[in-house]
Structures are given as C-alpha cells and as structure tokens.
C-alpha cells in the first residue's frame, strides 16, 4: 500500500504503523511533536466503509485462504489493495474475476494507451462525483507518464478525449438515447477520430466506472489513510482512547453491537420466503398471457419513475472533480422531473448474449468473455442463505433485482413476469436501489441501514455486486447497439 509522505521519513514510517492501528491522546501527540517534530496523520474513518464494520471486513480474509490469496496477488500486482477489494472480499469468487477483468483493461494490450485508459476512468466517476476513485486513477494516470495538464481540467484533455465526453454524460444518466449518430461524431471526426476498437476500449472503460462509482457510494467505500479524505493531523476526541490508555490498562471501551431488534423489521426476512414460495406456486399453476406480461413491465416501468430518490438534496460537485466533464445539471433527475418517456428496449431484439458479447469479443479480444464470466459471477452467485436460513433457493430473487434495474432502463425479457418484482422488493430497497443506480453520490448510511434490517452485511454487499453488474451490462446493451447499428 502507499504511504503518506512527509519531512521525517525514517522516523514517520514508525509513527504511522502505530497510528494506524491506534488512536493518539493530545498528552502524547504534543510529545511527538516535541520530541519528533513529525506531523502524524490519523485515519478519517474507521475501516473501508462507513456502513460496515471493519471488524466484519477484517475478520473475512483471516478466515477464507482463499481471499487471502486474491489479497496477496493483487498487493503484489498493484502494489496496494483499496478498500473496494477489501469490501468484495466478502465474495472472493467475483472478487477474483472482477480484479482479472479490470487489470486487463487498464494494465494489459488493448487499443488505448495507458494513460488514456486512466484518464477515461477519470471522467466516468467525475460525472458521479466519485472523489474516491477521480483520485485513485489520477495517481495512477500520472505513475503511466500521463500529461498532469490534462488534469487542470477536459479542455486541457486532446480533442479526442474532449469529444468522448458527450457519450460520457449521456450513457452515465440517459443511456436510451444514445444513437449511431453518436458513435458516428467519434468514429469519423477526421484527424481525432477513434477506431472502432478504440471506441469499444472506451466504452467499456466508462461503463466499468460508473459501474464501480455506484458500488463504491452504494457500499460508503473510505478513501485509504494515504488519499485526500482519508486522514486528518487534528487530534482525535478526548472520548476516544491512545495508546497510552492500553498499556495502563484503560482499553476497555464500552464496546458492543446493537443487536435489538424493533417490531417493524422482526420477520421481514420469513415474510420474504412465503411470497417466494408462493409466487413459485404461482407460476406452476398459471401463465399470464403475452398482452398481460407487456402491460406488467410497462406498469413496472412507470413506477420505477415514480420512486423518490433523495433528489431535493442538490449535489454541487466540487471544482476538482466538476473540470473533469461538462454539463454538471445533466443527469437522471431532469429526465424524471420532465416525465420523459423511456422507450422498451426488448432483450430479444438485441441480447448481450446474442449480440453484444460477440461484438466485444471481436474488436476487444478476450474481454468480452471476461465481461461475461463477471455479469455470471455476480447473478448466479449464491450461499443458499437468506440472513439466518440455510438451503433457500434465491434465484427468483436475484432475478427480480437484476430484471428491475434493467426496467428502470427501459429494457424488457419477454419470459419475465414484472408483476413479480412489486410482491418481493419494497419500498425502501427500490428506493435504495434506484438512488445507488441512477444517483450514487446521493446515497446514504440511512438508505443501506433501512433495506433488509435483517440481513447479513455480505449479502448487502452481494446486492451491490448485481446492481453494479446490472447496470453495467444495461448502458454497455445500449452502446453497443447504437455501434452495431452504426456498422449496419
């Protein structure tokens, strides 16, 4: 991992190893000063996320070898390992293909140069205010011999870069309308034209992070002690105990879990298992027609535009991301506000199976087979368990999460039933999920505390896993039909 770097570097190495595990009373802080004259940093939060305990986080690698492994591979690959990394490792079979699939893009042969691959990634979580991840690929964009021009702001960017921010903005909040005539402006623009290699490369990478934005917010991922956010040299609260409280014998914090259990959240989770149960019943016993399946998922779909994100909460991004794209107002609120109609897109017409995995594959060799093996990893992913009960076929669940993000974007599956989706999702989780989905920067601890009460952080997590996919493999189906039609 990358340290802080400062004056004293022989002696601050040895301050921030303690300072990283413990806090620093004031009596002590002003002793280093004194004696050191070391400013020494203190972590702003508390483990990787703000919603989950770090303990819980921890406590996966030390039990799963495998995680370990994957920890231990990509520390040597990196030579870090985020805090996303760490909150995936409660799933250490997607972590696997995720890390495999985001090191080819950026690190192996492919169409675009490095520092393009990181700048793109820089654009894409700049339109979700994505600090955590801007930074993390600003450093790594200047580690590969990117311009640190380009960095004062898109116009600075080639007029390459600056044209792809159009298809930046549009697939990250509006993805329906995107149409060949966009992939067009890009693959004939004279002297600053792109390949149609190179445009898939970039499309990909946009569709990746704001993707990723989304987890990152939807999981309340900390920046590392070492990132801007991520520490703070004021001293810590008197409440909070140092080093020096431990070796008295004063550690003992009144530290517990909340564990209580209110009325209204008791049961929710048997609740969940006989609606299951009895719209698998359901479905053996009856068949709604076509015209009813269709009337379903249009209803569906008005609805999800009905659902009232924490939208009156404006986000002004702050100039040091805002200058890496255009048009900061544009986004999914205006289209809801406006009442504008987002047209069906049928799977069956253009599938990622039938169409647009193939057309990866041949212009991008090799990563439309890994974007497949991650959009598997992540919707047939199961333990069987439902919080506390073992041997639960989740798989109608997992479907109904995937399917409704995927009609909030307007796409239907034919062999869906939609009405399906209002009897095992509620209120507060499609809440929680169209905000993480359609504004992750407005996502809070509230929105993830108040969907599934009962359930175990992993599987909080795991939800995160698929909206994240979902959403990718949504915006990339739209893309890569507007280039096919392009190629037509």
Request: glycine letters at 6%.
């Amino acid at each position: 991992m990358r340290h802080a770097v400062a004056p004293a570097q022989n002696v601050e190495n040895n301050s921030i190893a303690v300072t990283d595990l413990f806090k620093i009373c004031n009596h002590c802080e002003r002793l280093s000063k004194k004696d050191l004259g070391v400013r020494i940093p203190r972590p702003l939060g508390n483990g990787p996320s703000r919603f989950i305990p770090e303990k819980e986080i921890l406590q996966v690698s030390k039990v799963d070898s495998r995680t370990q492994s994957i920890f231990e591979d990509a520390f040597a690959a990196l030579g870090r390992l985020d805090n996303i990394s760490l909150v995936m490792g409660f799933h250490p079979q997607y972590l696997e293909s995720f890390l495999r699939t985001q090191h080819y893009l950026l690190q192996m042969d492919g169409p675009l140069p490095l520092h393009y691959r990181h700048y793109i990634g820089i654009m894409a979580a700049a339109r979700h205010q994505c600090s955590y991840l801007v930074n993390l690929h600003v450093n790594d964009f200047l580690q590969v011999g990117g311009d640190a021009k380009w960095l004062n702001g898109l116009g600075e960017a080639p007029q390459k870069l600056q044209q792809l921010g159009e298809l930046n903005k549009i697939l990250a909040h509006r993805p329906w309308l995107i149409t060949k005539e966009h992939m067009e402006a890009l693959l004939k623009a004279e002297e600053h034209s792109w390949s149609l290699a190179e445009l898939i490369h970039a499309v990909v990478l946009l569709t990746h992070y704001h993707s990723l934005a989304s987890f990152t917010f939807g999981c309340g991922i900390t920046p590392e002690i070492h990132c801007d956010g991520g520490h703070t040299f004021r001293p810590p609260s008197l409440s909070q105990y140092c080093v020096c409280d431990i070796a008295n014998g004063n550690g003992h914090a009144n530290q517990h879990d909340d564990q209580l259990c209110d009325q209204d959240m008791c049961g929710e989770v048997e609740v969940l298992m006989e609606r299951m149960k009895q719209l698998q019943e359901c479905r053996d016993d009856e068949e709604a027609s076509q015209e009813e399946m269709a009337t379903r998922f249009e209803r569906e779909k008005t609805e999800s535009m009905l659902v009232v994100t924490s939208e009156d909460e404006e986000c002004v991004p702050s100039r040091d991301i805002s200058r890496h794209f255009e048009d900061p107002s544009y986004g999914y609120k205006d289209f809801s506000r406006r009442g504008e109609h987002v047209p069906t897109f049928r799977a069956q017409d253009y599938s990622w199976e039938d169409h647009g995995y193939s057309l990866v594959n041949r212009l991008y060799p090799d990563v439309g087979q890994m974007l497949d093996e991650k959009f598997q990893m992540a919707y047939n992913l199961t333990y069987n368990t439902m919080a506390t009960h073992k041997d639960v076929d989740t798989s109608m669940l997992r479907r109904a999460i995937w399917n409704y993000i995927h009609c909030m974007f307007g796409i239907r599956y034919d062999d869906y039933d939609y009405g399906e989706i209002n009897q095992l999702l509620d209120r507060s989780f499609k809440i929680y999920i169209k905000t993480m989905v359609c504004s992750p920067e407005k996502t809070t601890k509230r929105m993830y505390e108040s969907f599934w009460r009962q359930f175990q952080h992993s599987e909080k997590v795991h939800v995160n896993l698929l909206l994240m996919e979902a959403r990718m493999q949504a915006e990339l189906l739209y893309a890569l039909r507007a280039i096919t039609r392009y190629m037509t």
